[in-house]
Nanobody, 121 residues
């Protein structure tokens, strides 16, 4: 079993930055691919970013490429999402997710409770 706790959300002006953190507890964090997803008001859940077990490969949704960066610290069992040049359309609840697989996967097995990010114009 894996527990995920996100933090770092908040209110920021357009053009600003935030860094989200996801602290994981449980088994084998360093062997899991991790991901970030978001769900805006009235929208479906959207893939944001993913990172493989080693951190050597990362993947991004088209809407965040060049602005967001996913990273991980396996010694701290934590994955991060650095968000720069935020836009009002980035407003959403952001969720951290863990996969049972070490490499990129479209499916995730564990989810956090989410953290709200609000970007004002």
């Amino acid at each position: 079993q894996v527990q995920l706790v996100e933090s770092g959300g908040g209110l920021v002006q357009a053009g600003g930055s935030l860094r989200l953190s996801c602290a994981a507890s449980g088994r084998a964090f360093s062997s899991r691919a991790m991901g970030w997803f978001r769900q805006g008001p009235g929208k479906e859940r959207e893939f944001v970013a993913a990172i493989i077990w080693s951190g050597d490969s990362t993947y991004y949704g088209d809407s965040v490429k060049g602005r967001f960066t996913i990273s991980r610290d396996n010694a701290k069992n934590t994955v991060y999402l650095q968000m720069n040049n935020l836009k009002p359309e980035d407003t959403a609840v952001y969720y951290c997710a863990a996969s049972n697989r070490p490499i990129y996967s479209r499916t995730y097995d564990y989810w956090g409770q989410g953290t709200q990010v609000t970007v004002s114009s």
